[in-house]
């Protein structure tokens, strides 16, 4: 179910274009693990009133993820709308990583730019609040699922944009995660959340010492470690 806090940061979509808006809002909280395989989104009218578009609207903009697999409608009294599968999430995955190419090299890129910059600077700036939430998100129990894992791992790395003190900074680093598709359900078949988490206590622990350098090498040792996971999960699926 989506949550109040996920869409908090979402403006109304009064463009022509509301439609594709409302396809790539779902879309990114898809990618980034806000909305995980099975979860329901709420009814329409309360979704249609939070992002400020009308009832058809909305119903475009879903049809068009319901067309390309990522969500599933189903009719009756405890019917509604679902993301789906981790199985047809992996296919879809399969396909935009295939239709992607070069772009998925820029995406990769550029997040380890921002993200290498973010855990510097949350190093130099974070305050003790900042660090008792980095380290509550490193410390919260995540389970070996998809919808677990998937939703610390943004908290873990929303906590550290805040550290940073840097407003456009922070907005960076969620829109390049709504952008990177990451397959979460077949990375965990050959690693556990544990062996996750323990590649961002590293950085907490650079964070926690106000090691800057330290911080930003641990950063980008975990965004490459990342870039192999998936690379070995596409090849898994014969990509």
Request: hydrophobic share 45%.
């Given at each position: 179910?989506?949550h109040?806090r996920?869409?908090?940061?979402v403006?109304?979509l009064?463009?022509?274009?509301?439609?594709?808006?409302?396809?790539a809002?779902?879309?990114g909280l898809?990618?980034?693990?806000?909305?995980?395989?099975?979860?329901s989104?709420?009814?329409?009218?309360?979704?249609?009133?939070?992002l400020g578009?009308?009832?058809?609207?909305?119903r475009?903009g879903?049809r068009?993820?319901?067309t390309q697999g990522?969500?599933?409608?189903?009719?009756?009294?405890?019917g509604?709308?679902?993301v789906?599968?981790?199985e047809a999430?992996?296919r879809?995955?399969?396909?935009?990583?295939?239709?992607k190419?070069?772009?998925v090299r820029?995406?990769?890129e550029?997040?380890?730019?921002v993200e290498?910059?973010?855990?510097?600077?949350a190093a130099?700036?974070?305050t003790?609040?900042?660090?008792?939430?980095?380290?509550?998100?490193?410390?919260?129990?995540?389970?070996?699922?998809?919808?677990a894992?998937l939703?610390?791992?943004?908290?873990?790395?929303?906590?550290?944009?805040?550290?940073?003190?840097s407003?456009?900074?922070?907005?960076?680093?969620v829109?390049?995660?709504?952008?990177?598709f990451?397959?979460v359900?077949l990375?965990?078949r050959?690693h556990?959340?544990?062996?996750?988490?323990?590649?961002?206590?590293?950085i907490?622990?650079a964070v926690r010492?106000?090691?800057a350098?330290?911080?930003v090498?641990s950063m980008?040792r975990h965004l490459r470690?990342t870039q192999?996971l998936v690379?070995?999960a596409?090849?898994?699926l014969?990509?």
């Amino acid at each position: 179910m989506i949550h109040s806090r996920q869409l908090a940061g979402v403006v109304p979509l009064d463009t022509p274009s509301a439609s594709d808006g409302v396809a790539a809002v779902i879309r990114g909280l898809i990618f980034s693990g806000e909305l995980a395989p099975g979860d329901s989104l709420p009814p329409s009218r309360e979704l249609s009133d939070r992002l400020g578009i009308s009832s058809l609207t909305l119903r475009v903009g879903l049809r068009s993820l319901e067309t390309q697999g990522l969500l599933v409608t189903t009719r009756g009294a405890r019917g509604g709308t679902r993301v789906g599968d981790i199985e047809a999430l992996s296919r879809i995955w399969r396909a935009w990583m295939d239709a992607k190419g070069d772009e998925v090299r820029d995406i990769w890129e550029f997040r380890e730019i921002v993200e290498c910059h973010v855990a510097g600077l949350a190093a130099e700036r974070r305050t003790a609040e900042e660090l008792a939430a980095l380290e509550a998100a490193l410390a919260a129990a995540a389970s070996d699922g998809h919808t677990a894992v998937l939703r610390w791992n943004a908290t873990f790395h929303d906590a550290l944009a805040t550290a940073a003190h840097s407003s456009h900074l922070a907005r960076a680093v969620v829109a390049v995660r709504k952008e990177l598709f990451l397959p979460v359900g077949l990375l965990l078949r050959e690693h556990t959340a544990e062996e996750i988490r323990a590649s961002h206590s590293e950085i907490c622990a650079a964070v926690r010492a106000n090691d800057a350098e330290r911080a930003v090498q641990s950063m980008r040792r975990h965004l490459r470690w990342t870039q192999e996971l998936v690379a070995h999960a596409l090849a898994e699926l014969g990509g």
